[in-house]
């Protein structure tokens, strides 16, 4: 069992940078791939990034990539997505999610086992 608590979420302006963070309790989180999905008000939830747990690979959404970076720190168990350039479009709720499927940071956001309550992530113009 995983139990995650995103943090970090609020409201910024178009252009200006978040870093949410995502505390997991259990022993064995650095067995997970831990991603990052949000979900904007009447759509359905999508994959943002990614982050293995043995080879520490990382994957990202198109929409994300070069803006946003995933990382992990297996000893505070935390992860992390520090979001720059963020665009109205970011607007949405962000949730931690974590898994075991083999496919690692390439598992699509409906096979993530675990997932947090999620954080408000609020771009304005």
């Known amino acids: 069992q995983v139990q995650l608590v995103e943090s970090g979420g609020g409201l910024v302006q178009a252009g200006g940078s978040l870093r949410l963070s995502c505390a997991a309790s259990?022993?064995?989180?650095?067995?997970?791939?831990m991603g990052w999905i949000r979900q904007a008000p009447g759509k359905e939830r999508k994959f943002v990034a990614a982050?293995?747990?043995?080879?520490?690979?990382?994957n990202y959404a198109d929409s994300v990539r070069g803006r946003f970076t995933i990382s992990r720190d297996d000893v505070e168990n935390t992860v992390y997505l520090q979001m720059n350039s963020l665009k109205l479009e970011d607007t949405a709720v962000y949730y931690c999610a974590a898994s075991q499927n083999p496919l690692g940071a390439r598992v699509s956001a409906p096979l993530y086992d675990y997932w947090g309550q999620g954080t408000q992530v609020t771009v304005s113009s």
């Open positions: 259990g022993r064995t989180f650095s067995k997970y791939t």
């Open positions: 982050i293995s747990w043995r080879s520490g690979n990382t």
